[in-house]
């Protein structure tokens, strides 16, 4: 028998204490980058606020054909992704500035329908102090839009691993726009292109503009 199958479950408990206090312990090498720990603590609250406010989110794609694969790999081929938009609906005022400076940034127009993130309202209260908050790509490790891309027009980021979609080879077919579960995939009628959050390369103008600090970047070092 192991040593580790000797453990009682008190031993058990306190050592996991112990991992976890010295990870807090150690801190992260940049303002931008934070332990592993850390990092899923962040996405476990994203992802809980994020389930409230949407239905069936964690469903499969709508329109997703398992035979319509970009390159032809499986989801698990697909490297993961190694930074992240979140958000903090706590934060969150309901300004919209968010979506003013992605659409300017990006499109050189202040039209908020076409920004790569969201604000979404909540005026009957349903949803416990809850008024508002913001909705980003959440840059699927399993991405649903890239394997659905048939025309090779989802690309990685080398830098963040971001899944962006390239407009030179967007060919407006909305295979990425269906497969997507979240709905973060915008539809550019001006540009007649689809877009979807491309993490600014890095450095999220949303997060550097957000008057309330309601949006983080996190990336893994």
């Not at 192991?2 to 112990?18: F, H």
């Not at 603590?41 to 409230?52: D, E, K, P, R």
């Not at 499969?60 to 081929?77: E, K, Y």
């Not at 992704?81 to 127009?109: F, K, Q, Y």
Request: glycine share 4%.
């Amino acid at each position: 028998m192991s040593e580790n199958s000797t453990k009682t479950l008190p031993e058990t408990v306190e050592a996991s204490l112990a991992d976890e206090q010295r990870d807090m312990e150690q801190p992260p090498e940049d303002k931008h980058c934070i332990s592993r720990r850390r990092m899923l603590g962040f996405l476990g609250i994203q992802v809980a606020t994020g389930a409230l406010a949407a239905s069936g989110v964690m469903a499969a794609p709508r329109n997703f054909s398992p035979d319509c694969t970009n390159r032809g790999i499986t989801p698990d081929q697909l490297p993961n992704s190694r930074a992240w938009l979140v958000t903090n609906p706590d934060n969150c005022v309901g300004c919209r500035t968010c979506e003013i400076v992605c659409s300017l940034s990006h499109d050189d127009i202040c039209q908020p329908n076409i920004a790569r993130i969201r604000t979404k309202y909540d005026p009957l209260h349903s949803l416990r102090r809850l008024v508002a908050m913001p909705f980003e790509c959440k840059q699927c490790n399993m991405a649903d839009c890239y394997l659905a891309c048939e025309y090779d027009a989802l690309v990685l980021d080398k830098e963040t691993g971001a899944r962006i979609i390239d407009p030179d080879k967007c060919q407006t077919c909305g295979e990425c726009f269906e497969a997507c579960p979240w709905n973060m995939v915008v539809y550019n009628e001006v540009k007649d292109v689809y877009t979807k959050c491309d993490l600014c390369g890095g450095d999220p103008q949303c997060v550097k503009y957000c008057p309330a600090e309601a949006i983080k970047f996190i990336q893994l070092g």
